[in-house]
């Protein structure tokens, strides 16, 4: 028997699910039209008033919302509650000028770990399970959204925190850690620091499941990580803009859960803005139904992904997306090719001789780019053998020709020479911006 954290929302009938959001999208507009200053503005300008929304169906009609919105209204300005409301902020990084700031009610936090109390259940997380957060904790949300989640399902948390890598393996290991929540390279590393300190995660840790997120990972490292750490790797999803991490795979492993009663899902063609079919690759955009500080109207999160709607095998009966496969702000464009790093990662680890680290370089030579991969070799596949190495290069750049239509520049990097990251891990370095 499957268990449920909240089972009668969790296996409503589809069609009483389309009800309550149709409601909700209803309220949630005369919501942001009464107290967000922006989007009163913003349906305004576009000439729509809270009562053409009727149904679900009409949710076509609203504006869509951008991070760069959040970024010209910096900090609060669209913020639909006063500070005496607020409980919490958070804000992503700016990598580029201002960060986006997130606000919280308390209402908004405890909706948050409820989302992320009923993925955790459905994967089996229970009270006797010792989680392990090793997502940073402070503006960053994977940290705090974890451990919340984890705690209101009543498991124990080890709050360690990303860093101090060895102290982490040390902890996990005379505590009994159960579970860990990371990104899939912190983990990698975490595997490959235990293995200099002669502990095997799979032999000597207790740890039997992960919930890996905050960054796209392929298919490909989900089976290394499975392999070399034997544990289970589940999918760990959300945004800061949206609360932070919310969602996750059940044990059925066939798409992540997206809870509809709080959030609604669509899938758009990035070009047209049109939806696509189910099952096909598009756009993520999610409208936050039940939030109260910072409720989103159609957000373009940017991710790359397909929806799935007919039910699960576990019985939930919210509609699914597949693993994230990339974002469309990462693709980069390679004399005229599109190329997401996702790609490359998922060519290069079915490689055997591949170890798990790779760095793309672009530079520009003369009017041409010019696109490099570093590779990092398996410990176990260096050779002193010239015309071994010169094989197995051939082997990857035909295997990358194969699938990104391009010739690529390979270069074999000794194990353990490519930087490791103790978060969200950068795998393209373009020299040509400068
Ligand atoms: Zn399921």
Redesign the pocket.
Known sequence: MPEYWDPEIETMPVADLKKLQGKRLKELVSYVYENSPFYKKRFDECGIRPEDIQTLEDITKLPFTLKQDLRDTYPTGMFCVPNSRLARFHASSGTTGKPTVVGYTQKDIDEWAESLARGFT?VGVGKDDILQVSYGYGLFTGGLGAHYGSEKLGATVLPTSSGNTERQIELMTDLGTTAIACTPSYFLFMIETARKMGISIKDDTKVKMGFFGAEPWSTELKKRIEDESGIKAYDIYGTSELSGPLFTE?S?Q?GI?IWGDKFLVEILDPETEEPVPDGEIGELVITTLTKEALPLIRYRVKDLTRKLSEP???G?THP?ITRISGRSDDMIIVRGINVFPGQVESVLLNIPEVGNHFMIILDRDGPLDNMKVQIEMNESAFSDRMSDMMALKKKISGALRHVLNLAVEVELVEHGSLPRSEGKSKKVIDNRKM
Do not use: A, D, N
Request: glycine share 0%; with cysteine.
């Open positions: 459905s059940c059925e066939c859960h699960c095998k576990c939930r699914r």
